[in-house]
């Protein structure tokens, strides 16, 4: 039977209800109305005619019409395996929102960061920007989203892309000391001097590169399991990368950052690899990310019963049990996707909060680790930047 893909979408929603009742009004003052399974089969035919001509979006409108209002007939079990099949096939083309969303918030960053980058006294920049930022990124993203129909794992390209290049270009910064000045009294010399400017610079180079590659990324089918195992493979391949430094003994700021970035580019491409290797759906790669945070949140309550005063054993006992909570969950979610006929692309707003609040209704979610920086103090008593892990308890409509 063909496909229902390649439907064309001139025939709208209402001719399929129009055809239903048509089929299932009386013909003539005499005429008998027709038993339930007699319609829900005619139905049926009709719905197989109208798919086997390419006129999905009519097929599909009958299979739920029978699903719905003739559920217990033979025709209804037959019209429910066809919207199975079909959604199982159809691409999600769930990503408009998503891309909006993320277009404005990143134009109100522009908005902000480029007066910073260019060393901006006045308010009235800072105002303009945030004026012109969000409006901008947000009809940038409009733009895309009408002259590209965009799946979830797409749009995730572009917008995690974004995302990570912003925070690539902050820690690359740091690495390579952009914007340092050297002072030196007699034969001591030490970093100092003001890098916002150089910083914000980066980091805005940085986003703009991500979202460039994302999108050429983008122009090509992107599943959902595969965008979210880059994502989760970044970072925790970051959190292995920060780790991995303190356990080995490295303290050179730059060094740790190199480390950590490195990991993390490690991490993504080696999570969306696996992910199309072994098929793993978006659902199953979030929950093996859940295992890993519940071992790493284990290791940090032990650390906080036992204290340890050794750096390596502090960090060490959250890593190891993170990664055990990773091997664990993968092994115990093995037949997930094939239980649940893989996974359910897209997902819920706020699915990133461990709670989430809708004005209504409470619910919880898999809290996604997010890159940021956190101010250490150095020997000398300055405060250096230093890569780290943020994760949102809570989310919140009201």
């Given at each position: 039977?063909?496909?229902?893909?390649?439907?064309?979408?001139?025939?709208?929603?209402?001719?399929?209800?129009?055809?239903?009742?048509?089929?299932?009004?009386?013909?003539?003052?005499?005429?008998?109305?027709?038993?339930?399974?007699?319609?829900?089969?005619?139905?049926?035919?009709?719905?197989?005619?109208?798919?086997?001509?390419?006129?999905?979006?009519?097929?599909?409108?009958?299979?739920?019409?029978?699903?719905?209002?003739f559920g217990v007939t033979?025709?209804?079990?037959?019209?429910?395996?066809?919207?199975?099949?079909?959604?199982?096939?159809?691409?999600?083309?769930?990503?408009?929102?998503?891309?909006?969303?993320?277009?404005?918030?990143?134009?109100?960053?522009?908005?902000?960061?480029?007066?910073?980058?260019?060393?901006?006294?006045?308010?009235?920049?800072?105002?303009?920007?945030?004026l012109l930022g969000a409006?901008?990124?947000?009809?940038?993203?409009?733009?895309?989203?009408?002259?590209?129909?965009?799946?979830?794992?797409?749009?995730?390209?572009?917008?995690?892309?974004?995302?990570?290049?912003?925070?690539?270009?902050?820690?690359?910064?740091?690495?390579?000391?952009?914007?340092?000045?050297?002072?030196?009294?007699?034969?001591?010399?030490?970093?100092?001097?003001?890098?916002?400017?150089?910083?914000?610079?980066?980091?805005?180079?940085?986003?703009?590169?991500?979202?460039?590659?994302?999108?050429?990324?983008?122009?090509?089918?992107?599943?959902?399991?595969?965008?979210?195992?880059?994502?989760?493979?970044?970072?925790?391949?970051?959190?292995?990368?920060?780790?991995?430094?303190?356990?080995?003994?490295?303290?050179?700021?730059?060094?740790?950052?190199?480390?950590?970035?490195?990991?993390?580019?490690?991490?993504?491409?080696?999570?969306?690899?696996?992910?199309?290797?072994?098929?793993?759906?978006?659902?199953?790669?979030?929950?093996?990310?859940?295992?890993?945070?519940?071992?790493?949140?284990?290791?940090?309550?032990?650390?906080?019963?036992?204290?340890?005063?050794?750096?390596?054993v502090a960090v060490g006992?959250?890593?190891?049990?993170?990664?055990?909570?990773?091997?664990?969950?993968?092994?115990?979610?093995?037949?997930?996707?094939?239980?649940?006929?893989?996974?359910?692309?897209?997902?819920?707003?706020?699915?990133?909060?461990?709670?989430?609040?809708?004005?209504?209704?409470?619910?919880?979610?898999?809290?996604?680790?997010?890159?940021?920086?956190?101010?250490?103090?150095?020997?000398?008593?300055?405060?250096?930047?230093?890569?780290?892990?943020?994760?949102?308890?809570?989310?919140?409509?009201?």
């Amino acid at each position: 039977m063909p496909s229902l893909h390649g439907r064309r979408p001139c025939q709208p929603l209402a001719a399929a209800l129009v055809a239903a009742l048509l089929l299932l009004a009386p013909c003539g003052l005499s005429a008998q109305v027709p038993a339930a399974a007699d319609s829900a089969a005619v139905l049926l035919e009709t719905a197989r005619d109208f798919e086997a001509r390419g006129q999905g979006d009519v097929a599909e409108a009958l299979y739920a019409y029978i699903v719905e209002q003739f559920g217990v007939t033979p025709a209804a079990a037959d019209a429910r395996a066809a919207l199975v099949r079909w959604r199982a096939a159809e691409p999600d083309r769930s990503g408009r929102v998503e891309l909006q969303v993320w277009g404005t918030l990143y134009g109100l960053w522009l908005g902000v960061a480029v007066p910073t980058a260019l060393s901006a006294d006045d308010t009235e920049a800072y105002g303009a920007g945030i004026l012109l930022g969000a409006p901008a990124g947000f009809l940038a993203a409009r733009a895309v989203t009408r002259s590209r129909s965009l799946t979830e794992g797409q749009t995730r390209a572009i917008t995690w892309g974004g995302t990570w290049g912003t925070y690539q270009g902050l820690g690359w910064g740091e690495v390579f000391d952009v914007g340092t000045e050297e002072f030196c009294s007699g034969d001591v010399c030490f970093d100092g001097g003001d890098r916002t400017e150089e910083q914000f610079a980066s980091m805005i180079a940085g986003g703009l590169v991500g979202v460039v590659v994302g999108g050429i990324l983008s122009r090509r089918e992107i599943d959902a399991g595969v965008a979210q195992a880059a994502h989760y493979g970044s970072i925790w391949g970051s959190w292995v990368g920060l780790a991995g430094s303190t356990l080995s003994g490295v303290e050179e700021d730059d060094n740790v950052w190199a480390l950590t970035l490195l990991a993390g580019n490690a991490g993504l491409v080696g999570g969306a690899w696996a992910a199309d290797r072994f098929g793993l759906s978006r659902n199953r790669v979030r929950l093996i990310g859940l295992g890993a945070l519940l071992g790493g949140l284990a290791g940090v309550g032990l650390d906080l019963m036992i204290q340890p005063d050794d750096d390596k054993v502090a960090v060490g006992i959250p890593f190891l049990l993170s990664l055990g909570g990773l091997g664990t969950a993968a092994h115990l979610t093995r037949d997930y996707d094939r239980a649940s006929g893989a996974g359910v692309p897209g997902g819920e707003a706020g699915a990133e909060a461990l709670l989430r609040f809708d004005g209504d209704d409470w619910s919880a979610g898999i809290p996604t680790p997010q890159p940021t920086v956190v101010r250490v103090p150095d020997a000398t008593g300055r405060e250096r930047l230093r890569p780290g892990l943020r994760f949102t308890l809570f989310s919140g409509r009201f």
